[in-house]
């Protein structure tokens, strides 16, 4: 009776992560999600920056083609922005991919850089042995 308890519970489990997963991917293949990525990387490169920050340079910098695709994306408030850019982070969305950086007082600091083979890869942060070989 346990045994069953425990794999119909599991069962409900794995329903929920692929409903999450279907979730997730739906969001990020959203082609103005790309079109935002695309955009942010012509405008400021692999350099980072927060929310606040890309949406001051899109007033001051006249980037109307930028500041449009932000809109299309999320609207104009750089807390919406940050929580689209944790939903896809990680993830390659139209050939880019944006990562955390660091945080800052003034929040969150992003990178949008561009993936090759539509695969992104972690920063290798640390030594590896000479005799470890990483494969992707």
Sequence with gaps: MGEERILAALGELRAEVAALRRAVEGRSDRPEIGAL???????????GFTGAELIDFCEVASATA?????VAACGTNPRRLGRLFRRIEGQAVGGFVVRRVDDSRAGLVWRV????GGKAYAVQMFTLPSSLKITP
């Design 113 to 116: 850089a561009r993936v090759s």
């Design 66 to 70: 930028l500041l449009t695709a932000i």
């Design 37 to 47: 990525l695309s955009k942010i990387h012509d405008a400021v490169g692999e350099r």
